[in-house]
């Protein structure tokens, strides 16, 4: 195969093209057809309605179903055609809130993700190498049976749940409580290896992890910062938002990536900076930003703490330093600055090429000290702008489904073990059998974070003696999650060769089914798809939408609650699974799900929207305004589309959502807020809490703490309590008061729950308390280590973390090129579904890595060359090269949304028959390597080394 173009430099700006397109890059056997190939996300005739007129009449009525695309969590809305119960055809929502008739090629390719031939269609197991169609009920009765025979030997952190962000919000909660029931914090999902590190540092920042404003918001921004973001490919709808503020209010937009993405296309800088210098980067500018006496200075000193510490830390990188450590030129650092600075207010965006490395949680918050420095928070415009990968990610992380932390991030505390009990109107003695309750390495394990989806495989194959439990893994599911997207997978393959069972749940059999070349002890669950159950589905600015059935489950599949509840009643614990919960038959009432997520999640505020209020957002989702996200008029007037947590108090209270986080402005009771009073009142003898900064209307006209019961009674307003809520409040605070009377007291009187902090610039309870520049472990900059080293190796929760016996072998020599990886508009996540989707696959059909024409030809590679490129652990890969200058010499990039393939080895033999997807490939995971972060344990994707030769 010859790829048919160079990638060229055509320069009126001096700044690279992005060399040869996608569309370009393909099997030369396999044309461009037109049809969905052409969507873009502009103009109404983006594509063309899939109609079955051979067996549908053309008079046959049509059903219109209100969806919300499965793919980036920008929300999408959608109308899909449904006839005789049969998804003909679908069309953008032209007047939906978030995306007004925008589709990527993703979205506009939705309905084939439901008929899929590729789907799995039936239980299946696999027998002496051969898979074999079973019926549910063997399949869950010997699944259920393996459950209880692990459980019985190994105690139950003998299994590993695997969740999904595709899973619905209620579906999320319940996997979540499953594991609970079952008596393990062995579960977690794909923000693992996303953005826990997004949610660990920001919200030991202000308060909260997620998103601070909305894609709508980015509207009104004067900059917009993109720090290991590509939204031109990886949320391509969002760029509507980012260009109207291009074009309507000329906000500048500032590009910080290895590479000259799609998005740097469109930016006013590109700064090409090192993988993995984000904090030099970011102290470089406010170096320029201190010197110049840019901060907001009234901002810092009403509402943040110890940025005098920051400064001490940023002095130690004045621009040769900054210019040395990332290779970015000072005049780019310095222009950076200068441009947020004089626009103001500006946004910052980050994604995955912020959070994929060892030092994740630093970098995120070195993100949140610069918008603190220029005074961007809590503003139109402003915030730190966090987007999310998949449609459900946000609801899945804060439902819980993790393995360090209770739905509404309680953590595991006794305390949060109680107040989970108390909503589930269960014993807490008997939730507290449910668990080992020995002690391992000086740990117990209910009250122990689990073993992360990052490094599942560590649990299966180190010796039980180093884990902080009483075995090893012996059995996991991977529900709706594919492992292709997991570093090492060399020992991914050998985790699953040893595990005694491997339950995959999923319309498609995914990497887990698969890569592994084990002839049986094997099982794959049919769920449905999202389009055959309905529920709701937080976008990444905290909206909850309603998503609505299209059609019937197809197949034999069956919704991921059904599964949950047959395996919940054959492992004896169905009774307490849905004690307040009714069941039609083996389907649990989504309803009742809603009201006891509404009966818990007191600490996000995720209480006030009922599934009433969300299915009536959605059957109106027209009436919001695209700008401000909220209804002008009519029965909705004034809520923000989704409400947006917090969302306070009951649903009877009508709270209108938050769609702008600590935003001082706004009435609490009108979406209003501040930072939040969670690290108590003082530190080292310091007040902490905000000082003459509080929300509009608030009683307390200075900073406090976090309601109680007895601040309450301090404050004269205990008496503001009905005789019901004082039964409820008494001895509880704002967060576990169900009667939700203490807060709809706090809000009565002007104040937020929560209480009125400043935001902290140091996080005292991590291991940096500033954030740290530390070289990647595997780092071609071996003379800078000495200077930036990384963490002695340590226990983090249950597994041996390794950190500086890694960073102390020299590999550049052999690896002398950096390599990170990241998305393509085409493909999401692990792949298995939109590479078996036939419009998509058409769209790009090779797995390739991306390399700068001054390395390729020292290695004799031309463009489209079969290369061999080997990571720093000996993961080798056989791909296409692509030659192209929108990546610096020494830098290399990958996709890494392909699988089916395996160091040159197809993988076609172990699938199922008739799933193998359209494209299969190697995973940029088998060369990527070890690296993980100490709070989280997100993997580090963004930044390893190579070496690269001619196939």
């Keep these: 195969m010859q790829l048919t173009r160079k990638a060229k430099t055509v320069s009126t700006d001096s700044k690279p093209t992005l060399g040869i397109n996608r569309r370009q890059f393909m099997k030369g056997a396999a044309g461009a057809t037109g049809g969905i190939a052409a969507a873009t996300i502009l103009g109404n005739g983006m594509m063309r309605k899939a109609e079955a007129a051979d067996y549908i009449p053309h008079n046959t009525p049509t059903e219109i179903k209100r969806t919300i695309c499965s793919h980036c969590a920008v929300g999408c809305g959608i109308y899909a055609e449904v006839q005789n119960g049969v998804w003909t055809g679908q069309e953008p929502a032209f007047d939906h809130p978030f995306n007004q008739g925008g589709h990527c090629a993703k979205g506009a390719a939705l309905r084939e993700h439901g008929h899929g031939e590729k789907r799995v269609k039936y239980p299946l197991k696999k027998v002496a190498g051969k898979w074999q169609k079973i019926s549910w009920d063997q399949a869950i009765n010997e699944v259920g049976d393996k459950m209880l025979e692990h459980r019985e030997k190994s105690g139950p952190d003998s299994l590993f749940f695997m969740g999904s962000a595709k899973f619905s919000n209620q579906a999320c909660y319940m996997y979540r409580k499953f594991a609970a029931m079952w008596g393990t914090n062995n579960v977690d999902h794909s923000a693992r290896i996303c953005h826990s590190t997004t949610v660990a540092g920001v919200a030991n920042t202000w308060g909260y992890g997620a998103q601070t404003n909305s894609f709508n918001d980015i509207q009104n921004a004067n900059a917009i910062f993109f720090i290991g973001s590509n939204p031109a490919e990886a949320h391509p709808v969002a760029m509507q938002h980012i260009l109207i503020a291009k074009e309507r209010k000329n906000a500048k937009i500032i590009v910080v990536d290895p590479r000259f993405s799609r998005t740097a296309a469109h930016s ?59 290779g970015v030129a000072e005049k780019d650092v310095y222009m950076a600055a200068k441009l947020m600075a004089e626009n103001r207010p500006g946004t910052v965006v980050w994604c995955m090429g912020g959070t994929q490395h060892h030092v994740g949680n630093a970098n995120t918050r070195a993100y949140c000290l610069l918008q603190l420095a220029l005074g961007n928070m809590g503003v139109e415009g402003g915030g730190t702008n966090i987007f999310r990968g998949h449609d459900n990610v946000q609801g899945a992380t804060d439902l819980g489904l993790l393995f360090d932390t209770l739905p509404g991030y ?9 107040h ?25 394990p209910m009250n122990t974070p689990g073993i992360p989806c990052s490094r599942w495989h560590d649990g299966v194959l180190e010796s039980a003696e180093k884990l902080a439990q009483k075995d090893q893994v012996k059995m996991a599911f991977f529900w709706g999650q594919s492992v292709n997207t997991e570093t090492r997978q060399n020992d991914v393959r050998d985790a699953l060769d040893k595990l005694d069972t491997v339950v995959v749940v999923d319309p498609f059999p995914t990497m887990a089914g698969v890569l592994s070349d084990r002839p049986d002890g094997i099982y794959i669950l049919p769920a449905c798809t999202v389009f055959e159950t309905e529920g709701a589905v937080s976008n990444s600015g905290r909206s909850q939408q309603w998503r609505q059935q299209v059609v019937q489950p197809l197949f034999e599949s069956k919704t991921d609650l059904e599964i949950m509840y047959l395996l919940a009643k054959k492992v004896g614990m169905a009774e307490q699974f849905t004690k307040r919960m009714r069941v039609d038959g083996n389907i649990v009432n989504l309803d009742d799900i809603q009201d006891e997520i509404n009966r818990g999640m007191w600490t996000i505020g995720m209480t006030g929207q009922s599934a009433q209020r969300l299915r009536e957002h959605t ?12 209804a002008p008029g009519g029965k909705l007037k004034g809520e923000t589309y989704g409400l947006p947590w917090p969302c306070w108090g009951t649903p009877e209270q009508k709270h209108p959502g938050t769609q702008i986080l600590y935003r001082t402005g706004r009435h609490v009771l009108e979406g209003g807020g501040n930072f939040r009073a969670r690290y108590g009142v003082e530190h080292n003898g310091t007040n902490i809490l905000a000082e003459g900064s509080y929300s509009k209307g608030a009683e307390i006209q200075d900073g406090y703490p976090e309601f109680t019961d007895k601040m309450l009674k301090q404050l004269g307003w205990w008496d503001d309590l009905t005789a019901d809520e004082k039964a409820s409040a008494e001895g509880k605070n704002w967060k576990t008061d169900l009667s939700g009377g203490i807060q709809r007291v706090a809000m009565k009187h002007g104040c937020i729950p929560f209480g009125n902090a400043k935001a902290r610039s140091i996080v005292w309870t991590f291991p940096d308390p500033a954030p740290v520049h530390r070289e990647p472990l595997y780092t071609t900059r071996r003379d800078l280590i000495a200077k930036y080293p990384t963490y002695e190796d340590r226990q983090v929760h249950r597994l041996p973390t390794l950190y500086k016996s890694i960073q102390d072998k020299d590999l550049s020599g052999k690896y002398p090129l950096a390599l990170t990886s990241g998305r393509l508009v085409e493909y999401e996540g692990g792949g298995e579904e939109t590479r078996s989707n ?105 930044s390893s080394i190579c070496q690269i030769v001619k196939a």
């Design 420 to 444: 989970w009990s108390n909503v589930w109107e269960l014993d807490f003695d008997w939730v507290k059998g449910r668990f080992d309750n020995n002690e391992y390495l000086g740990r117990v």
């Design 268 to 326: 006013d800088l590109h700064c090409a900076i090192r993988p993995g210098t984000d904090i030099p980067f970011i102290y470089g500018m406010l170096w320029h930003i201190f010197e110049n006496g840019w901060e907001d200075q009234a901002f810092i000193d009403s509402r943040v703490y110890a940025m005098d510490e920051i400064r001490k830390e940023v002095a130690k990188f004045p621009p040769k330093e900054v210019e040395d450590v990332t």
């Design 838 to 942: 036939p419009w998509l696959a058409e769209l790009q059909q090779e797995m390739f890595v991306e390399i700068n024409p001054a390395d390729a030809a020292e290695r004799l590679i031309r463009d489209g060359d079969d290369v061999w490129l080997e990571g720093a652990e000996g993961g080798r890969i056989k791909i296409k090269a692509m030659v192209t200058p929108r990546v610096q010499p020494g830098v290399t990039f990958m996709p890494y949304h392909f699988a089916g393939v395996m160091s040159g080895e197809s993988l076609e033999a172990n699938y199922p028959e008739g799933t193998v997807p359209y494209i299969i490939g190697e995973s940029a995971n088998t060369a990527l390597t070890y690296g993980y972060d100490p709070v989280t344990q997100m993997q580090e994707t963004k």
């Design 619 to 630: 059957e109106n989702w027209g009436v919001f305004d695209f700008k401000t996200l909220e």
């Design 410 to 418: 309680y953590g595991l505390s006794t305390g949060a073990w109680k």
